[in-house]
């Protein structure tokens, strides 16, 4: 028998987390703060991501300026934005207005990730305790007699396999997460939404909207941004299962469909978009995994609740959730006492707020892309005004922005540049 392909390598950690996306990596740098040792596999060797949202409501920003990382990420470069105006037939439908909330937090962010992603791995760094494996993906979950999850295995291209032991995996690895998957959870995929979403930018230098805008076009609609370096993003909402028809008509027919919706930009689209391979087709659905915790284990981000891009707020979630488990496994580390029964403090509050944001985005949905008669005509109108113009449309907007309640967090937990912090036996 030949030498065994595999180099082998064992890590010792506190928390093992998987997935470096704004979930991941926020919550490793919580806790890298507060002493806890962490290890980070990512599956990818860089943060270049083609068409992952970008839209920062102004919670996620709070908790990014709470970690002092949002003004670096931003200077990587960013769009202000003023709010979500939907339009038909050029007419303002519904104003949300960002300006009306109280500042420095007033505006949208178009962010680009790899910016976000860069600045928050860059903070992670220099921590005493911080193990990054990057281009390592999770391939099992390693169990103790008593069925707590322990650690897992990863592997780097078919050469390199890690054993981490850690006394908790966190599953942050996504909405198609494999560390769900490996725990034998059931992803809870839910087909609410009835539309995909075909993505592309456009160079568009003078053509800012300072806004995100959805423009209403018969049974679609095409939401618009500004993002960085002067580009137009956009996204183009069309009934579920209609793509593969528009496509057999090739570039010329897409064009003349997008031009026909966004007439404004023909001159882009024609100058622009000359290949099929420009767009990229998204699978929208929404999910919530059956649980969120086990012993040993936590999911959170995407990987425990996914949401439809209407509406911005899958980031904004992954962030808040971070912070929300941070203390929870803080203190469950300093008790040894990593139980599913204490770890389900996390999925008691922050459930509910999901299941919230989705239940607003299936209104949203209809209200906006859904087609009807004179009545939902009328009750669309309705809706808008009261958004647009009242002071409950200005606690609706907050709540869009924040959640519920605003999320922090728990700073005070920091300990300055501690390498070991509390751990589980
Ligand atoms: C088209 C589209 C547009 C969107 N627009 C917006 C928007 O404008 N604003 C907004 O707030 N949200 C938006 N979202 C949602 C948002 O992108 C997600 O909710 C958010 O990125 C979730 O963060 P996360 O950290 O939980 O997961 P992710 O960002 O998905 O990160 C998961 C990480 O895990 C890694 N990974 C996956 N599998 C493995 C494995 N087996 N081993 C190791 N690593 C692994 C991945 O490479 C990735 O880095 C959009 C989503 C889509 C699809």
Redesign the pocket.
């Known amino acids: 028998m030949g030498p065994s392909p595999w180099q082998d390598a064992t890590v010792h950690t506190d928390v093992l987390v ?8 926020a919550l490793s740098l919580m806790l890298l703060r507060s002493g806890v040792r962490v290890t980070l ?4 060797s860089c943060f270049r991501r083609d ?7 102004p919670g ?1 920003q709070l908790v990014l300026d709470d970690l002092g990382v949002l003004e670096k990420a931003s200077a990587r470069g960013a769009r202000t934005l003023d709010g979500f105006q939907v339009l038909g037939r050029e007419k303002v439908l519904l104003d949300i207005d960002y300006r009306r909330l109280p500042a420095p937090h007033n505006r949208l962010l178009a962010l680009p ?1 790899p910016h976000l992603l860069e600045e928050l791995l860059a903070a992670c760094g220099p921590l005493p305790g911080f193990t990054y494996l990057d281009g ?3 391939n099992a979950l390693t169990e103790g007699d008593d069925g707590r999850v322990t650690g897992a295995v ?1 592997t780097r291209l078919g050469t390199r396999r890690v054993r981490v032991r850690a006394s908790v995996v966190v599953g ?8 769900r998957a490996l725990a034998g959870i059931d992803a809870g995929r839910r087909e609410v939404f009835d539309q995909d ?1 075909v ?1 592309f930018t456009l160079p568009a230098p003078g053509r800012a909207t300072g806004r995100v805008r959805i423009h209403r076009a018969g049974k679609a609609a095409v939401l618009v941004h500004d993002t960085h370096p002067d580009r137009l993003r956009i ?1 183009w909402t069309l009934p579920h299962g209609s793509w593969n028809q528009l496509a057999a008509h090739g570039i010329d027919g897409v064009r003349r469909d997008l031009a026909a919706a966004l007439p404004q930009y023909a001159d882009l689209l024609h100058e622009h978009l000359t290949s099929l391979s420009d767009l990229s087709l ?1 699978d ?1 659905f929404a999910a919530d995994a059956a649980t969120w915790t086990g012993d040993g284990l936590v999911l ?4 425990a609740h ?2 439809g ?1 209407l509406g ?7 962030l808040q959730d971070a912070a929300v488990l941070h203390p929870v496994l803080v203190e469950a580390l300093a008790a040894s006492d990593v139980r599913r029964e204490r770890l389900a403090a996390f999925e008691a509050e922050r459930r509910p707020v999901a299941d919230a944001v989705t239940r607003i985005q299936r209104v949203q949905a209809m209200a906006f892309f859904g087609v009807g008669g004179p009545l939902a005509e009328f009750v669309r109108a309705r809706a808008a005004s009261v958004v647009t113009r009242t002071p409950a449309g200005a606690r609706i907007t907050s709540r869009i922005a924040y959640g519920r309640t605003p999320v922090r967090v728990r700073t005070e937990l920091f300990t300055a540049g501690a390498a070991h912090g509390p751990r589980a036996a």
């Open positions: 998987v997935g470096a996306g704004p979930a991941g990596l596999a990512e599956r990818s068409f992952y949202g970008e839209i920062l409501q996620g990730q390592h993906r999770i990863l942050a690895d996504g909405r198609f997460s494999k560390t979403v993505w996204g998204l929208v959170l981000g995407d990987a996914t949401h891009p911005a707020q899958g980031i904004n979630l992954a």
